[in-house]
């Protein structure tokens, strides 16, 4: 495991206002960080440490690890968990399907006999050929963490299992790697216990290896999202440095917030913009306190409040109609997910 110190970049290189990556199909994606969250990412770095982020859903939780990534100029590898996930696929997979149809072929394609009558391969060829057509090797795939360890032997690794490698947009591996564990709280409490080893050493061994996957270079980031659905192992969380990602509970923070981010995200600055994202604002903080109040949950928060401007500014376009009109029209959609309770 790398022992030199690196150079951690300060607060303020987090703080202008972040363009993500772009994906096909989906609108621009900016991130806006908190001055307490570049702290715990500076923190996380500087302790070697995985970073657990508590917080409901919508409030940020997963740009939080790309953002991350684009300041500091390193690869972003991530996966989401869920409830057929195991904690070996974190580390590497093993692609069982595939060796069995490769074994099929070869044994259908075995040699034939020749005109002696005799096998036109000895019976120990045939063995040793099969053998290294279907090394183990070939089929074990690279994940997330084994990338972060180790990029130059994940890409040997998946040139050999013809594993396609991990996209890299303006980043250098040189950096050091982030990697994003989104929603481990969806799994098995095997999960995040089977990583203890691996996060705790910095090494792991894949099947077919003598050696071990190292970290070599930069400790990678490790960033970990819960959802709070399921209660993580205490061992695990001692491992991790933890953020608690959290909306203002305040209304006329919440609001304040709310707005600055919607200027972030669409850039308008004129009166009419301002007043149709301190309405909607306006109209998020209310459904807030209407879901606490009838103990729903999750409760309505960022994400949702960018998605009624962006309805409202998309249907908006070549019409007449006031966006305030459509805001009230579209609201129920987006802000009135849950049911109402019953007695």
Not at 92 to 109: G, K, N, T
Not at 219 to 241: D, K, Q
Not at 270 to 296: G, I, P, W
Not at 313 to 324: A, C, I, Q, S
């Amino acid at each position: 495991m790398s022992t030199s110190p690196r150079a951690i970049p300060p607060v303020a290189e987090f703080l202008p206002r972040i363009k993500l990556l772009d994906e096909p199909g989906l609108p621009e994606q900016f991130h806006i960080f908190q001055e307490n969250s570049a702290q715990a990412i500076r923190a996380a770095l500087a302790a070697r440490r995985p970073l657990l982020v508590r917080g409901e859903p919508g409030v940020g939780k997963t740009q939080l690890a790309e953002a991350a990534a684009r300041v500091l100029k390193m690869p972003f590898v991530s996966q989401i968990v869920d409830s057929r996930t195991e904690s070996r696929d974190l580390l590497w997979s093993f692609d069982a399907v595939m060796r069995l149809a490769d074994a099929q072929v070869a044994a259908a394609l075995r040699p034939g006999v020749g005109s002696n009558g005799n096998p036109t391969e000895s019976r120990d060829a045939l063995k040793k050929a099969l053998k290294a057509e279907l090394n183990v090797a070939k089929y074990v795939r690279p994940g997330p963490l084994w990338w972060a360890f180790n990029w130059e032997d994940a890409q040997s690794q998946a040139a050999c299992s013809e594993t396609p490698e991990p996209e890299v947009h303006d980043a250098n591996y040189l950096n050091g790697v982030v990697v994003l564990i989104d929603e481990i709280d969806k799994a098995d409490a095997d999960v995040p216990n089977g990583l203890l080893e691996a996060l705790g050493s910095g090494r792991f061994k894949p099947l077919g290896r003598d050696k071990p996957v190292q970290i070599k270079g930069p400790p990678p980031l490790v960033v970990i999202t819960t959802n709070e659905e399921r209660v993580l192992p205490s061992a695990f969380v001692r491992r991790c440095l933890v953020h608690h990602l959290t909306l203002p509970e305040k209304d006329d923070e919440l609001a304040k917030l709310l707005i600055k981010r919607a200027a972030a995200h669409f850039g308008s600055q004129d009166e009419k913009s301002v007043t149709l994202f301190e309405k909607a604002a306006d109209l998020l903080v209310a459904a807030r306190q209407r879901a606490k109040d009838r103990l729903v949950s999750p409760l309505p928060g960022q994400a949702e409040y960018l998605d009624l401007l962006r309805a409202v500014r998309n249907l908006h376009v070549g019409t007449k109609e006031d966006p305030l009109e459509i805001l009230e029209s579209v609201r129920p959609f987006l802000l009135e997910k849950q049911s109402e309770t019953r007695s």
